[in-house]
């Protein structure tokens, strides 16, 4: 497997579940529905066997059979906000054992990209922000982040201007237990992986020292 890909196993399963979810979308034939169900329990059986058991069959399976029409990525957002010394903030997420990422999660239906990326620092930072650019869009297997998941994802990741240099009351938090400024060269080393990379945040200062630079993705 070379560097930033994913397994082969895992690509071809997650074709296979989403071949049966687009599948079963459109098709009148009972047969088709048949034959779409079993090929939706072989995704969930190849992804599981693959897994080195932190993945059940099962788990998998009702995983997979929430999922209807026709299959595309989800999509997850982040906002990169720098303060007037150029340090980026960053929050420690509690489902991940309290490693560092930047604001973000999934992006919500009926609001914009942008507005999911603003929403998403306030309530997991306190801090009130404005999206001003899309610096990156990348496939998140592409990048080789971890751990990988069942689905195809594609994460935006906005520069945010910082509108209040005080964080407002949001209530409890139930998914961050810090945030806090970090400069370039004091990133904390324990970040949560499946969320942002290295690399990730360092064309995010990049986008920040030079606002010029056009949208990055793949």
């Known amino acids: 497997m070379a560097d930033g890909q994913e397994p ?15 599948g079963l979308a459109f098709t009148r034939d009972p047969y088709d529905v048949e034959r779409y169900h079993a090929l939706t329990a072989l995704a969930a059986r190849m992804m599981a066997a693959s897994s080195d058991g932190t993945a059940e069959a099962g788990t998998l399976g009702r995983l997979f059979a929430a999922e209807t029409g026709y299959a595309t990525p989800k999509v997850d957002v982040r906002g990169a906000v720098f303060d007037a010394d ?4 960053m929050v420690r997420e509690l ?3 309290g490693r560092w990422t930047l604001p973000g999660g999934w992006a ?23 999206a001003t650019k899309l610096a990156l869009v990348h496939d998140r297997g592409a990048q ?9 994802i594609y994460k ?19 998914e961050t237990s ?9 990133i904390p080393t324990d970040l949560s992986t499946g ?3 290295p690399h990730q945040i360092a064309r995010l200062f990049a986008h920040r020292r030079q606002p010029e630079l056009p949208t990055e993705f793949d």
């Open 95 to 97: 489902a991940d054992g």
């Open 108 to 130: 919500d239906v009926n609001q914009t990209a942008s507005a999911c990326a603003v929403r998403e620092v306030l309530e997991e930072s306190g801090y009130v922000v404005r």
């Open 156 to 174: 935006l990741f906005f520069l945010c201007e910082l509108l209040d240099g005080r964080p407002v009351a949001t209530g409890s938090n139930i």
């Open 86 to 89: 150029g340090r980026l903030l």
């Open 178 to 186: 810090d945030a806090r400024f970090w400069a370039e060269n004091e």
């Open 8 to 22: 082969a196993w895992l690509v071809w399963a997650r074709e296979v579940q989403a071949v049966a979810q687009s």
């Open 144 to 152: 080789g982040h971890h751990p990988a998941g069942p689905f195809s």
């Open 195 to 197: 969320r942002v990379l």
